[in-house]
């Protein structure tokens, strides 16, 4: 069972910076990537109001927690997730948003997106949960092994696919997504605040070493050297909202089912009611047992 989370991850920090080995890769404008993925019908107003009145009529908000099952084709070995009040609470009163709820809608995007299509040869996930600056600055080698571990139940990764990880800089703080193509050494770096990944060396560091050691188990050559990309994203306007950007980077992505992740160019009107709407009610409307089960 993964460790429930969202209490010992870290606060936002590190300086802006923008140095000559970052790229800012301009391109197309993102197609509506509504018209290819779940929704619910109605005004946001409509629906917030009927997720409102379904968590109320929850006891899951009278202190009953629910599992949710995830089989090992989300994170490459089988877990369950533990949701209860304060996780309803991070989606209702918009705030930073924990482990629990961000490993909840990658299982959901897997489960309606993914699942028994080519999409699960192209995109995977990283759990948040193993992977942060927390156990990096205990224990980094175990956490390059962690990362070593999930390339290798992916297969070969001869053929250009994604892994998607979700950062979280620890202490409950900023999230970011990074996503890895293993076999173009190439590393996107998504963040809806300013800088790269040069505020945090230490997973730069152990994600180039568990690239580097996978290509090495595999007999791969490395005929060059791990490319870095600061794409660019939409950015928030508060302090709290990371999480819903990184949710939403990963969902467009599949949707769209871009490895190209730099000829994309979102459109920067994400605002937290959109984001908060589409993921709250994809993931509680059309799960209900998460709640009432």
């Known amino acids: 069972m993964l460790k429930k989370a969202g209490k010992d991850i870290p606060t936002k920090s590190g300086t802006k910076t923008n140095p000559k080995s970052q790229k800012e890769v301009p ?27 379904m968590v109320e009529e929850s006891d899951i908000m009278h202190g009953a927690i629910r599992s949710v099952d995830m089989d090992e084709g989300v994170f490459g070995i089988a877990h369950s997730e533990l949701i209860a009040k304060e996780d309803m609470q991070q989606l209702f009163e918009h705030e930073e948003l924990g482990i629990a709820v961000i490993h909840t809608y990658i299982w959901y995007m897997y489960d309606t997106l993914m699942r028994g299509t080519e999409l699960c040869n192209r995109f995977n996930f990283i759990a948040a949960s193993r992977i942060n600056t927390t156990f990096i600055t205990k224990n980094p080698t175990s956490v390059m092994n962690e990362l070593l571990d999930r390339f290798m139940v992916a ?3 001869t053929t250009p696919s994604l892994y998607f990880l979700p950062f979280n800089s620890g202490n409950g703080g900023h999230w970011v997504l990074v996503a890895m193509d293993l076999s173009r050494l190439m590393v996107y770096y998504l963040d809806s605040l300013p800088g790269n990944w040069s505020k945090y060396p230490s997973m730069k560091k152990t994600v180039d070493a ?3 050691k996978f290509r090495s188990k595999k007999n791969y050559r490395n005929r060059k050297d791990i490319t870095w990309v600061r794409v660019q994203c939409p950015q928030q306007n508060n302090s709290i909202d990371c999480g819903f950007f990184v949710l939403r980077f990963m969902r467009d992505i599949i949707a769209l089912n871009r490895i190209d992740i730099p000829k994309m160019v979102w459109n920067n009107n994400l605002g937290f009611i959109l984001i908060l709407s589409d993921i709250s009610s994809n993931l509680l409307l059309n799960h209900e047992y998460v709640l009432f089960s």
């Open 27 to 53: 391109g197309q404008m993102l197609d509506k990537a509504s018209k290819e993925i779940p929704t619910t019908s109605g005004t946001k107003s409509q629906i917030m109001m009927r997720l409102e009145k």
């Open 155 to 157: 297969g070969d990764n």
């Open 210 to 212: 568990a690239i580097l």
